[in-house]
């Protein structure tokens, strides 16, 4: 079955570093990608996505590269900053033909915490 | 544009009782999942609903059951609760399969449920 594994956290920066969080992925046929961020006591939003080989998502300052021969997705942001301080979440969705939307594998999560 | 919102925000209940929680997705969306968020895991599908059918099911026993309504709002039942339920309950809807970004799912703030 489908799985994504990211890394393990958490993750303590000083602000104005650089970040990168590893995601790799195991799926048959073409999955898309996202990364999901997840604020103290709020919902997942949406951060950026990818829908095909080599696609860049990018939002926020946020990047992430789709890469099909190393079944990658790494997050990496220049410059961080205190209010990024969240969970993150690498997924993948899965299309099943016939159902009406697509299903999401999620990883464990990756907590970051920016320090001024 | 409303958001997808749940109800109720926070719940306690007792080994062996019945829970319902409700979802309202985003306006324009006729697609609704169920996912559970264990605490420092990431969210686990439960199932999935469009035009009133559960069209998706991950691995969960049918102790989890649901229902659309025609407002494409959804709720979602858990009977006989087991300490090993406690955990947040996300609602996320989108746009059904074939539709343009039907792959963006957008998530509600969750119901914490609590079991005693």
């Known amino acids: 079955g489908n799985s994504v594994t990211q890394m393990e956290g958490p993750v303590t920066l000083s602000e104005e570093a650089f970040l990168t969080i590893n995601c790799t992925y195991t799926?048959?046929?073409?999955?898309?990608l996202f990364w999901y961020v997840q604020y103290p006591g709020e919902g997942l939003q949406l951060l950026l996505k990818a829908t095909k080989a080599d696609d860049k998502g990018s939002n926020k300052g946020f990047e992430a590269t789709y890469r099909k021969e190393t079944t990658s997705f790494h997050l990496e942001k220049g410059s961080v900053q205190v209010s990024d301080s969240a969970v993150y979440f690498c997924a993948l969705s899965d299309q099943n033909s016939g159902a009406g939307s697509y299903q999401l594998t999620f990883g464990k999560g990756t907590k970051l915490s920016v320090i001024p | 544009d409303a958001g997808v919102t749940q109800s109720p925000t926070h719940l306690i209940k007792t080994r062996g009782q019945q829970v319902t929680l409700r979802c309202s997705p985003k306006?324009?969306?006729?697609?609704v999942s169920w996912y559970q968020q264990a605490l420092g895991q990431g969210p686990q599908f439960i199932f999935q609903y469009y035009e009133e059918e559960e069209r998706q099911r991950g691995n969960f026993p049918d102790r989890f059951s649901g229902h659309q309504f025609p407002n494409y709002s959804s709720e979602l039942n858990v009977n006989a609760l087991l300490l090993g339920d406690s955990a947040l309950y996300l609602c996320?809807?989108?746009?059904?399969?074939?539709?343009?970004?039907?792959?963006?799912?957008?998530f509600g703030p969750g119901t914490r449920l609590t079991v005693t």
């Open positions: 996320a809807s989108s746009l059904r399969l074939g539709t343009v970004n039907s792959y963006e799912q957008y």
């Open positions: 799926a048959t046929g073409y999955p898309s």
């Open positions: 306006s324009g969306h006729d697609t």
